[in-house]
């Protein structure tokens, strides 16, 4: 018994690929077969590990959870299955019984319908790089233990929302009476948790699209593309709501709108979690993703907390805020990370319920708070194709020249170069073929020259920045 997996399928943070093409039940049998044996290495002698599995909204979903189950069982792991709902749930799942030593959420996160793949949690930490690259040497010889797991089914999407409206304590029951608010499932996992967590709020919450269809009718389900948007701004206007928040496919990214349909970037997003946690947790770490803007950092200074910049991914960040403690991070991509009064992952539904807390806790509306915000001026994230035997080689020899210059850099992820007026950013994409650059300023002449730096060492490396690639 051996299995190889496609080239193009074993990637950095999690496992992604294309039904039918790149992906298929095999993997699914064979990544259970792997991960079960990993976990049951390293219980040791005599241990039966417990992985809890969870899936998406996808057509393709139930049938790579079916194998992915038999791979566990047929290592010898019992498996609870907590059925359909969002990736954050199947964290819960893992991270709230004791009981249970590891986790997979099928998930195809924001990516095109074809698209499947698998997140995955190993004993409370984020399993990603080289862990994914071992899944597929165990594969390749056939390294995998036998044994004969028990399957159990378990529905824990009312506790799991228990679990997010505990974030509204403490704060004013009338405020949060008088609260209206949009939510956007985008026809994602996350749509029957925020039913049921919109019914057990108080304040008049609108919901879109919270039936689950893996061939999402209605929008792309990814926030961070404004165009994704418009369903939730029209909502707002219509009815004249505080604000709107909007999820991606697996219900683990925020997107949100204030009351005039401006949006609510994901560093910006972080800014005001951080006002509030700092009132609670003075001097606290808050850390942000290299993309993020040079508001977030000096904001967070600001308040009187330590800002703390890392690399872009989930999984990195996740890692990050373990070894310093952090009780808060989060992505320009909207991925937000609470420690402080939850368990430290990525959860939308969370971050929207801690969006309200927030508000009510500083008295200040969403509105407010995103209007007081500075007024930056910065790219979106450019993102263009680059061979991948080139990528990181390009990266290298760009902070090369830097180091050799007079500028003031940071390589804690690519190179981001901060001028007296703005920043810069070019970086490679851990997941494909693609750097990305983002540059931001306080005029429009800085940001052109910045964009001309970042075209400038481009050019030296023999590059360009052509076309834009999505995502």
């Given at each position: 018994?051996?299995?190889?997996?496609?080239?193009?399928?074993?990637?950095?943070?999690?496992?992604?690929?294309?039904?039918?093409?790149?992906?298929?039940?095999?993997?699914?049998?064979?990544?259970?077969?792997?991960?079960?044996?990993?976990?049951?290495?390293?219980?040791?002698?005599?241990?039966?590990?417990?992985?809890?599995?969870?899936?998406?909204?996808?057509?393709?979903?139930?049938?790579?959870?079916?194998?992915?189950?038999?791979?566990l069982t047929a290592s010898g792991c019992n498996v609870r299955?907590?059925?359909?709902?969002?990736?954050?749930?199947?964290?819960?799942?893992?991270?709230?019984?004791?009981?249970?030593?590891?986790?997979?959420?099928?998930?195809?996160?924001?990516?095109?319908?074809?698209?499947?793949?698998?997140?995955?949690?190993?004993?409370?930490?984020?399993?990603?790089?080289?862990?994914?690259q071992q899944l597929g040497a165990m594969a390749a010889e056939?390294?995998?233990?036998?044994?004969?797991?028990?399957?159990?089914?378990?529905?824990?999407?009312?506790?799991?929302?228990?679990?997010?409206?505990?974030?509204?304590?403490?704060?004013?029951?009338?405020?949060?009476?008088?609260?209206?608010?949009?939510?956007?499932?985008?026809?994602?996992?996350?749509?029957?948790?925020?039913?049921?967590?919109?019914?057990?709020?108080?304040?008049?919450?609108?919901?879109?699209?919270?039936?689950?269809?893996?061939?999402?009718?209605?929008?792309?389900?990814?926030?961070?593309?404004?165009?994704?948007?418009?369903?939730?701004?029209?909502?707002?206007?219509?009815?004249?709501?505080?604000?709107?928040?909007?999820?991606?496919?697996?219900?683990?990214?925020?997107?949100?709108?204030?009351?005039?349909?401006?949006?609510?970037?994901?560093?910006?997003?972080?800014?005001?979690?951080?006002?509030?946690?700092?009132?609670?947790?003075?001097?606290?770490?808050?850390?942000?993703?290299?993309?993020?803007?040079?508001?977030?950092?000096?904001?967070?200074?600001?308040?009187?907390?330590?800002?703390?910049?890392?690399?872009?991914?989930?999984?990195?960040?996740?890692?990050?805020?373990?070894?310093?403690?952090?009780?808060?991070?989060?992505e320009m991509s909207g991925h937000v990370f609470f420690a402080?009064?939850?368990?430290?992952?990525?959860?939308?539904?969370?971050?929207?319920?801690?969006?309200?807390?927030?508000?009510?806790?500083?008295?200040?509306?969403?509105?407010?708070?995103?209007?007081?915000?500075?007024?930056?001026?910065?790219?979106?994230?450019?993102?263009?194709?680059?061979?991948?035997?080139?990528?990181?080689?390009?990266?290298?020899?760009?902070?090369?020249?830097?180091?050799?210059?007079?500028?003031?850099?940071?390589?804690?992820?690519?190179?981001?170069?901060?001028?007296?007026?703005?920043?810069?950013?070019?970086?490679?994409?851990?997941?494909?073929?693609?750097?990305?650059?983002?540059?931001?300023?306080?005029?429009?002449?800085?940001?052109?020259?910045?964009?001309?730096?970042?075209?400038?060492?481009?050019?030296?490396?023999?590059?360009?920045?052509?076309?834009?690639?999505?995502?």
């Amino acid at each position: 018994m051996m299995h190889q997996f496609h080239s193009t399928v074993l990637r950095e943070y999690d496992i992604r690929g294309i039904i039918g093409e790149t992906l298929g039940p095999d993997d699914a049998r064979a990544i259970g077969r792997g991960f079960g044996t990993l976990l049951r290495r390293d219980l040791g002698e005599g241990a039966t590990p417990l992985v809890a599995v969870g899936y998406d909204g996808r057509v393709s979903s139930p049938m790579l959870e079916h194998a992915l189950v038999e791979g566990l069982t047929a290592s010898g792991c019992n498996v609870r299955r907590i059925g359909l709902g969002p990736t954050p749930m199947l964290y819960y799942a893992e991270a709230s019984a004791e009981e249970v030593h590891g986790g997979i959420q099928i998930t195809g996160s924001h990516n095109p319908a074809n698209y499947n793949g698998f997140k995955m949690v190993f004993r409370g930490r984020p399993f990603f790089g080289a862990d994914i690259q071992q899944l597929g040497a165990m594969a390749a010889e056939g390294d995998w233990i036998d044994g004969l797991g028990t399957v159990e089914s378990l529905d824990i999407i009312e506790q799991y929302v228990e679990r997010l409206l505990a974030a509204l304590a403490g704060t004013d029951p009338a405020g949060l009476a008088g609260l209206r608010v949009g939510w956007d499932a985008g026809n994602g996992a996350a749509g029957p948790a925020l039913e049921l967590l919109a019914q057990r709020m108080p304040g008049e919450h609108h919901l879109l699209f919270t039936e689950v269809d893996g061939n999402f009718p209605n929008h792309h389900p990814d926030p961070t593309v404004e165009a994704n948007l418009d369903d939730l701004r029209q909502l707002v206007a219509d009815k004249q709501l505080d604000f709107g928040v909007a999820f991606d496919g697996d219900g683990d990214r925020i997107g949100a709108i204030d009351g005039t349909g401006r949006v609510i970037w994901g560093d910006q997003l972080l800014l005001i979690y951080a006002e509030d946690l700092l009132v609670r947790l003075p001097g606290a770490t808050v850390i942000a993703d290299v993309k993020a803007s040079r508001a977030l950092f000096d904001g967070v200074a600001a308040l009187g907390g330590k800002p703390l910049m890392w690399k872009t991914g989930h999984s990195l960040i996740k890692s990050k805020m373990k070894e310093v403690s952090a009780p808060l991070a989060g992505e320009m991509s909207g991925h937000v990370f609470f420690a402080d009064e939850y368990y430290g992952f990525d959860d939308a539904l969370y971050a929207g319920v801690r969006l309200i807390a927030a508000s009510l806790r500083l008295g200040k509306s969403v509105t407010e708070l995103r209007g007081a915000m500075p007024q930056m001026l910065n790219t979106p994230e450019l993102r263009f194709q680059v061979d991948e035997s080139r990528k990181f080689a390009a990266i290298a020899e760009i902070a090369a020249r830097i180091a050799a210059s007079d500028a003031l850099a940071d390589t804690t992820d690519g190179v981001r170069v901060t001028t007296d007026d703005g920043w810069w950013l070019l970086r490679a994409s851990n997941t494909q073929d693609v750097l990305v650059a983002r540059a931001e300023s306080d005029t429009e002449q800085g940001l052109a020259r910045l964009l001309a730096q970042i075209d400038e060492q481009l050019a030296a490396s023999g590059l360009e920045r052509g076309e834009s690639a999505g995502h």
